[in-house]
């Protein structure tokens, strides 16, 4: 039984493949090429993470170009779950070679317990000089161990550019509206569309166990753009409280985006209940339900058409833009996931290796939903002019700043952020939130 | 008479109130993607309002013409081949922006309903279609229209279809290979721990020995035990083991030190050994209290006549136990089929040794967009514990009373 079940799996597996194969004109043939990457034949690499479905694909497809250059073979376990199942793999330990945390909290979380591999000061120097910003990514990958010393961990690999507002052209062309430039022409549109009898806006938190992680985007988006960024590196690091004038300043910017009935599709009290992913649906449905949603590069992928809609016009995206009269430039919001070894073997190495390729960008770029700080990839490879348009916003980036939540420990910015956001979606005024969030932080100090 | 209808009636209730989400189940399962999120399952067997968005042309080609002809079914229907819409065009609707009659300095927005038949201005031409979804689109004067996308209201007729079905059972073998997988580790699971309970039990219920008593009391005590509680010290014993079979492995095939020599810690045999463990304390006392109810003198002339405690136990035990073996099995067969913690924690996670719940997971997307494709494989997954229990019932209500009737 065992016996027959083991070959229907390695066939599903390589018919897998082959159908990747056949379906894209291979991803491998790149315009950068491929270095010697060595031999690892027979080698396996376990990689763990939480993409699954189309994301999966995309990723076998790409680590599949590395298969084929070593002979090693990868094998991936994606789970939704990823974030509880990797603490129990790594403490019992079956740590996976690689894992790919979403979060930079967890990640420093489990450096922490001595569960990470220091990736060497080679590849962070690597990273400084190629990617766009790169000191800011190496500190996004860089935490301290039991002992306190401070190390590169997390190689980032898959960007996403957040400050993003979708739309569809053909509505708003039916409709008049013009893309608003500032703050200001923003909100004057979104009143112009109620004023019109029309909903500007699709706001939806919930994610399962992660609900609420779209409105603190909301949030670190609208404290770039309502205080300096010294004063949002200080609240990341809590040397600003969350209960200071300033956060709930932007908090109160984003309530009067979010907690407006005129403003959101289905009123202010389906935003804590509406999947994120369903959210952007609105802008395509007959008749349209709302006319703007804020959300990040990846989103195209939860649209009816799986992110056709970009390509062919349907869709389209404009900075989330600064108020003008505040005058601190042009904010840009990003995140990416970041690669760690958390077994070490040579094999993986030379896959960290293959990671600082062009190539291996480029794989990905061209199958979509893919951005790259890597200076070296080929624009060229994206597989639509609006990918190209946000992968040239990221390296060309010089006033950047990371997800704000991401950075913040695992207990606040995967945990009390997320949930008290949700109950000032539901309500909660922003004097309460902020002072739980706070009093949160305060008891793990 | 009366209290007969009473309780007909709520059987009926409660019958129909399990039955509509299977058939709510079932029938989104056989509808297309799009039309499941936008209406509930209940308008799907009758002719309901949809909205679509149409292109009344391809690409504009860049040849004038005065006036374009079509039919809104053929646009709706082109790139698909299956879910084909048909019914009757009801309406269009229209958007303009026009100068405020109150203050001419100010523009207004105008929506309408434009039904069958009614001229309506689209990019400067006239547009007119039927209920059968021809239109005309003509022009004064000769141009090359860009394509425009307009939502249209169609009365649509119920379309049903296997699509789901046969992307999920032969576009990939992840649903298959779930299956197999699902019953590699429920078939052990479930008669592993009934065959130890059986002896256990019997061990309880008929044999001397001292601290009897105070044994099957801790046993019992064990169900309280949360899963979730052991998944880590678990995970770290299965670690410890696989490495010493991996050191045992290498030495006895002499194999090199790589992957190939790795006995996994999270596969198969660790969830028959979990489950076991946590479904044991439960099936104990269910068949001691069981196998303790049947008739003393049964036992007492089996003695007498020499039988070893060997002999009685499967020559008598087990022929008059079978109800309350096979309620247990069943019990023990559903919880583990339908289990996802211990799967995901201590099962295999290759791609193809995933068990069914952790595929119906996976089968959503990262992005929760395929939601077609979890109802079906949904449905599949209800069929095998469907069988069992209607193979199986009549043990199971026999079962149900399993120790609640002492005899003797």
Not at chain 1, 24 to 45: E, N
Not at chain 1, 167 to 181: A, L, M, V
């Amino acid at each position: 039984m065992s016996l027959t079940k083991k070959y229907l799996g390695v066939s599903a597996f390589a018919a897998s493949f082959a159908f990747a194969g056949f379906a894209q004109a291979d991803v491998c043939d790149t315009p950068s090429k491929l270095g010697d990457m060595g031999s690892f034949a027979g080698d396996v690499i376990t990689i763990a993470g939480s993409m699954e479905g189309k994301d999966e694909e995309m990723l076998l497809n790409t680590v599949n170009c590395f298969e084929k250059a070593t002979g090693a073979v990868i094998k991936y376990s994606g789970s939704r779950d990823f974030a509880a199942l990797i603490v129990a793999d790594l403490r019992s330990n079956n740590a996976p070679n690689i894992s790919i945390f979403p979060q930079p909290g967890l990640a420093g979380d489990m450096a922490k317990e001595g569960h990470l591999v220091p990736l060497g000061d080679e590849l962070a120097s690597w990273m400084t000089n190629n990617y766009g910003a790169g000191s800011s990514w190496v500190d996004l990958g860089t935490y301290s161990n039991a002992a306190g010393k401070k190390d590169f961990y997390g190689f980032a690999y898959k960007m996403d550019l957040k400050s993003l507002v979708w739309y569809s052209p053909e509505q708003f062309e039916d409709n008049g509206y013009e893309i608003p430039t500032t703050m200001e022409g923003l909100i004057a549109l979104s009143d112009q569309m109620v004023a019109d009898g029309n909903t500007p806006w699709c706001i939806g938190v919930e994610s399962g166990n992660a609900t609420g992680w779209t409105a603190t985007d909301w949030m670190e988006d609208l404290m770039l753009r309502t205080t300096s960024p010294e004063k949002y590196d200080m609240w990341v690091s809590n040397e600003l409280p969350f209960n200071s004038p300033e956060v709930l300043n932007a908090m109160e910017v984003y309530g009067q985006f979010s907690r407006n009935d005129d403003y959101v599709a289905g009123g202010a009290s389906s935003v804590a209940t509406t999947f994120f992913g369903d959210a952007p649906k609105g802008l395509f449905s007959s008749p349209a339900s709302c006319l703007m949603h804020r959300q990040a590069s990846f989103i195209p992928a939860f649209f009816p058409k799986k992110g056709e809609e970009v390509a062919n016009g349907e869709a389209d995206f404009f900075y989330f833009p600064p108020y003008e009269s505040a005058n601190l430039g042009n904010p840009v919001l990003g995140a990416g996931t970041l690669w760690t070894m958390t077994k070490d073997s040579p094999a993986t190495r030379a896959f960290f290796e293959f990671m600082t390729e062009a190539s291996a960008h480029e794989a990905w770029m061209s199958q979509g939903t893919f951005l790259t700080a890597h200076k070296g990839a080929d624009l060229s490879a994206y597989a639509t002019p609006a990918l190209r348009k946000q992968g040239e916003i990221l390296s060309n980036a010089t006033t950047f700043r990371f997800d704000a939540s991401d950075l913040m420990p695992g207990a606040i910015g995967a945990g009390a952020f997320w949930s008290e956001m949700t109950a000032f979606a539901n309500g909660q005024d922003a004097q309460t939130t902020g002072d739980n969030i706070q009093a949160a932080w305060d008891a793990i100090k | 008479m009366i209290t007969k209808t009473l309780s007909n009636f709520v059987l009926a209730l409660i019958v129909f109130i399990w039955v509509v989400p299977f058939v709510a189940l079932v029938s989104t399962s056989l509808r297309s993607e799009t039309e499941a999120k936008t209406a509930g399952f209940w308008t799907a067997f009758t002719p309901t309002e949809l909205g679509h968005r149409f292109s009344t042309n391809d690409k504009s080609d860049g040849n004038k013409v005065f006036s374009i002809k079509g039919n809104i079914f053929e646009r709706l229907n082109k790139d698909k081949n299956s879910f084909l819409v048909s019914g009757e065009v009801k309406s269009i609707l229209i958007k303009q922006r026009i100068t405020d009659p109150d203050n001419s300095e100010k523009t207004k927005l105008v929506k309408k309903l434009v039904p069958a038949g009614e001229v309506m201005k689209v990019r400067n031409g006239d547009f007119v279609f039927k209920g059968n979804g021809d239109f005309t689109w003509t022009f004064s004067k000769e141009t090359s229209p860009k394509p425009k996308n307009l939502d249209v209201f169609i009365n649509q007729n119920p379309i049903f279809g296997a699509d789901a079905y046969i992307e999920v059972l032969f576009d990939n073998k992840n649903v298959p290979n779930a299956l197999i997988s699902s019953f590699i580790v429920t078939i052990p699971a479930t008669i592993i721990p009934i065959t130890i309970a059986a002896f256990a039990a019997y061990a309880f219920a008929w044999m001397q020995f001292p601290g009897r008593d105070w044994l099957f009391v801790i046993v019992v005590s064990l169900m309280v035990v949360p899963t979730q509680l052991a998944f880590l010290p678990i995970l770290q014993g299965f670690s410890g083991i696989a490495s010493w079979a991996t050191a045992l492995n290498q030495w006895l095939t002499d194999c090199e030190i790589t992957d190939s020599c790795q006995v996994a810690s999270k596969s198969f045999a660790s969830l028959w050994i979990t489950h076991t463990a946590f479904g044991l304390p439960l099936a104990i006392y269910l068949l001691r209290n069981y196998i303790v109810g049947l008739p003393k003198e049964l036992l007492q002339s089996a003695r007498i006549d020499g039988a070893s405690h060997l002999q009685i136990f499967t020559k008598l035990i087990i022929p008059l136990s079978v109800p309350a073996l096979a309620s247990f099995s069943i019990f023990q067969f559903l919880w583990v089929w339908n289990d996802l913690i211990v799967a995901l924690y201590i099962g295999p996670n290759n791609a193809s040794d995933l068990v069914f719940p952790i595929r119906l997971q996976k089968q959503l997307g990262t992005f929760k967009d395929q939601l077609h494709l979890l109802n079906a494989s949904a449905v599949i997954s209800m069929i095998v514990p469907v069988l069992v229990f209607l193979s199986m019932q009549r043990y199971f209500i026999r079962g149900l009373l399993a120790g609640s009737v002492k005899g003797g």
